[in-house]
Nanobody
Framework: HVQLVESGGGSVQAGGSLRLSCVASGFTRSPYCMGWFRQAPGKEREGVASIERSGRTNYAESVSGRFTISKDNAWNTLYLQMNSLQPEDTAMYYC???????????????????RGQGTQVTVS
């Protein structure tokens, strides 16, 4: 069965960096799109970034220029490099997959076929 397992979260001071990883398994074929979204307590789920099989990436305006999404060539592992972290970045971060062309519109709304259990990021 499909499984997404995130890691790399933690607590950092403002201005610091973290690198999230998501190991994907159980896919018979690599998903068309993978992405990250986040959810803070009391707030709606927010798409952070997506990457398509073509390599095209998209970012939320709030993280553009600070976060970088990438994947390994085998699509086994998805990454999110987060620099210049701010307290407003504090949230649970989830890895997600979606078999949809032009998937950013869906990912930014938190729509996914599969998602992981999340990893907590706290910035103080």
């Amino acid at each position: 069965h499909v499984q997404l397992v995130e890691s790399g979260g933690g607590s950092v001071q403002a201005g610091g960096s973290l690198r999230l990883s998501c190991v994907a398994s159980g896919f018979t074929r690599s998903p068309y799109c993978m992405g990250w979204f986040r959810q803070a307590p009391g707030k709606e789920r927010e798409g952070v970034a997506s990457i398509e099989r073509s390599g095209r990436t998209n970012y939320a305006e709030s993280v553009s220029g600070r976060f970088t999404i990438s994947k390994d060539n085998a699509w086994n592992t998805l990454y999110l490099q987060m620099n210049s972290l701010q307290p407003e970045d504090t949230a649970m971060y989830y890895c997600a997959t979606l078999n949809l062309a032009g998937c950013w519109g869906a990912i930014r709304r938190g729509v996914s076929d599969y998602r992981g259990q999340g990893t907590q990021v706290t910035v103080s």
